[in-house]
């Protein structure tokens, strides 16, 4: 596989297809298994690929080759241009073609015609007149007979292949000129295609459907509103609720998965600031020579603390606390000790965070009312 251009599909529906291009050899390869199934040997190189009663593929020369879809077999060449194919539609029983001539001075121009094909007879029908130059055609998938031909300059012309002098004309507003043409299956959508990446969309706004048998598109469930509450600082918070659930939650994640990053900056040396020259930018002072070269204090660290957390202490414990300092109301340190401390002994990571951690209660001889649940 060197440089694939074209495929179709073959006799065996959508699961075969047979891919080639400017190369010497054709492949079919089986969609479902994603492997080549086999390698045919050919003389021509083929850039576009139609399939109806057989493959019409397209070579380089201007030539069309219908090839058995079972055997891979040609069956007749048809020189439809005198250079090449720059486009060309297969629908039903019809084959139509826009390719280049050489004209004066070996340039080629598009031809002003567009070749017609019975495929069911392999034969040549009376081409399509276009003053301007085919560049693109497309057949219609509902209605047998008629194709839509384009130019590259936006002139459109909608033929009855039957009745070649009944044309319908359109005029596409383009900048520069058109790179591609392409009609939806449904047959009520024409997309066409520019040199400035803009593809306009030609169609009637109400009945404007692209696939022919299409299913609606999928959305997700409007999420219901919760009620709302009327928040005091009496507001129970067994009012607001929480779902059910029986698997562990996704917050509950595991230690191994924590990973730190980042760290908080190193504090300034004491000696340092009380030499410190004050300037308009800023200021500066002398190294004091306490660390090595490129040595970086690990401040994570330092700033951990590694008290494992402390049992709250019961209620007569604080009160005599309180009567020995004087002080009748609950001490802050208490909450601050009990709080601060996240690590456990040994240094480890707690599965859940501590204040969400249950509280083994510890007995007192004054039993369970000596036990502060607050």
Known sequence: MTDLRCMSYTSKGTSEVLVAGLQNMMFTID?????????????????????????????NTGSVNFIDSNNFVVIKTWKAHAAAINDMDAQNNFLVTCGYSPRQQQAFMLD???????????APLPPIPFHAGAAYVRMHPRMSTTGIVASQSGQMQVVDLMNPNTVNLKQAIVSTYLT????????EALALADADCSIHLW????????????????????PTTPPSIDWTSETPLSSIGL??????????????????????PAKVDPDVLSSMTLTEFGGYAAN????RRNQ????????????????PKFLSEKARESANNQNNGRRASDVVEALGAVALSGGLKAEVPIMYRNVEIKYSKFGVDDFDFE
């Open 31 to 59: 969609v479902e298994k994603g492997q080549v199934m086999r390698e045919i040997s050919t003389e021509d190189n083929y850039t576009i690929m139609r399939l109806s009663h057989y493959i019409c593929a397209a070579t």
């Open 112 to 122: 002003p015609l567009a070749n017609v094909f019975d495929i069911r007879n392999l």
């Open 180 to 187: 591609g043409l392409e009609l939806a299956p449904s047959g």
């Open 203 to 222: 169609g009637s706004p109400s009945k404007l459907h692209f696939s022919e048998l299409s299913n609606p598109t999928e959305f997700a469930d409007t």
């Open 243 to 264: 779902p059910y659930y029986r698997e562990q939650l996704l917050s509950s994640w595991p230690s191994h998965l924590i990973f730190e990053i980042g760290a908080p």
């Open 288 to 291: 004091p020579g306490k660390r």
């Open 296 to 311: 970086v204090e690990n401040t994570r660290a330092s700033d951990n603390s590694d008290i494992p957390m402390m049992a």
